[in-house]
């Protein structure tokens, strides 16, 4: 009976292992909000990471993280490092900017985790307003597959970028 009970163990986490092995290579979380800006303004915005104190939801996490700045003060080439207690460490750098409709930005995550990604911000006028679109993306390696199999990147991500854009909103909005 206790070698049945041990081979249907084996069996489950084999099963689970090899299941993990199929989810994709690749992941996308990706939300849009309507802004009452054009895009003009909401790029400055985002090009700027002194900026982003006004409206990331990470910086609202752990206002007094450790924060440095390198090469020019927006655009490409700017870069933006940070380290904390809850928000862990990492560096974003702008690698593309599109005057008008993207800024593009690469991602390195070093705590808790280390991985690569890259983040996008696109600006479609609408009317008036303009629609932003914060997009991330990377690869998936196999503990991270694994991982997903119990939690939900697109929820767990999702939902910070759905409180910044609602900040971006509201500071551009404000500012008129």
């Not at 489950?12 to 989810?23: D, Q």
């Not at 909401?42 to 990331?56: G, T």
């Amino acid at each position: 009976m206790f070698k049945i009970v041990i081979a249907g163990i084996a069996l489950v986490v084999v099963a689970v292992l090899v299941f993990a092995a199929t989810r994709p290579n690749t992941f996308v979380v990706r939300r849009s909000a309507v802004i009452n800006a054009p895009p003009e303004k909401l790029i400055a915005m985002v090009e700027d990471f002194h900026q982003w104190r006004a409206w990331s939801p990470w910086e609202k996490m752990e206002p007094d993280m450790a924060r440095t700045y390198e090469g020019p003060a927006r655009g490409v080439g700017a870069a933006y490092a940070w380290t904390g207690k809850k928000v862990g460490a990492g560096r974003m750098e702008i690698l593309k900017v599109a005057p008008s409709r993207e800024v593009e930005i690469r991602l390195d995550f070093l705590k808790p985790f280390k991985a690569t990604n890259t983040a996008r911000f696109t600006f479609e006028p609408e009317g008036a307003a303009t629609r932003v679109t914060w997009s991330m993306e990377g690869g998936v390696p196999y503990i991270s597959k694994l991982m997903g199999l119990v939690f939900d990147m697109d929820k767990m991500i999702g939902k910070d970028f759905d409180a910044g854009l609602a900040n971006l909103k509201a500071q551009a909005e404000k500012q008129g």
